[in-house]
C-alpha cells in the first residue's frame, strides 16, 4: 500500500469508516474503537450481538490505556512476548464504551508488531476494533479476495499490501485467573 493511500486510511477510519484487514493472526474487519456507528455496522455485517464485545488490536498498550484497568504487573504481563498471539481479557476502565466491552466488566486487547497497526495506531493515537472478517459461525475470509466478494459493498475499504499473521484466531487468556479461554485453532 502507498504512503498516500496509508494516509488516506488514517483519514478515512478517523472519519467513521469500516474497514477489512489483515492482522497478525487472521483477516479482521475494523474501525475506531470510538466511533459507535461503525462498531454498530460491524455488528450488523457479522450478524452479532454487541453484548459479545469486541477486540481492541493496538501497536502499543498506550493506545488502549482510555479502555482499560491495570497495574504495573498486568501491564508488565501483557506486554511480554508470546509464542502464539494473545488475545487478553482484562478489566474495563468506567470508560470503556459498552459497545467494545459488551456485557463484561473485561475487554478484550492483543498487542502486535504487525507492520498495519504499527502505522496506523500511532498516528490514529488509538487502537482499532478487530473482529473475524465472517459472518457469526461461518469461516473467516482468508484474502482479501474472499472479503471482497462476500462483504465488498458493506465496506469502506479492504486494505491490501500486507499479509494477515496466519490462518488462526488467537488464543485468549483471562488475566485474572491465567485460564486460557480459547486456543489458537
Not at 66 to 78: C, E, M, S, T
Not at 80 to 96: K, Q
Request: proline share 6%; net charge positive.
Amino acid at each position: 500500500m502507498s504512503p498516500w493511500a496509508l494516509n488516506r486510511l488514517v483519514h478515512e477510519l478517523s472519519n467513521g469508516a469500516v474497514i477489512g484487514y489483515p492482522t497478525d493472526t487472521i483477516w479482521g474487519f475494523g474501525c475506531d474503537p470510538y466511533a459507535s456507528e461503525s462498531v454498530f455496522r460491524i455488528f450488523q455485517i457479522k450478524q452479532r450481538r454487541v453484548e459479545k464485545g469486541l477486540i481492541l488490536l493496538s501497536s502499543k498498550l498506550e493506545y488502549c490505556e482510555p479502555f482499560i484497568k491495570l497495574n504495573q504487573q498486568q501491564r508488565d504481563q501483557v506486554s511480554l512476548p508470546s509464542e502464539r498471539p494473545t488475545t487478553w481479557l482484562v478489566d474495563a476502565s468506567d470508560d470503556c464504551p459498552p459497545w467494545i466491552c459488551g456485557n463484561h466488566t473485561t475487554v478484550a486487547i492483543r498487542i502486535t508488531d504487525h507492520p498495519l497497526l504499527a502505522y496506523l495506531c500511532p498516528r490514529l493515537h488509538s487502537p482499532l476494533v478487530s473482529t473475524s472478517a465472517n459472518t457469526s459461525g461461518k469461516s473467516p475470509a482468508r484474502s482479501a479476495l474472499q472479503l471482497r466478494r462476500q462483504f465488498g459493498a458493506q465496506l469502506d475499504f479492504i486494505v491490501t499490501g500486507f499479509n494477515s499473521g496466519g490462518r488462526q484466531a488467537s488464543q485468549i487468556k483471562s488475566l485474572a485467573s491465567g485460564n486460557l479461554l480459547r486456543t489458537a485453532n
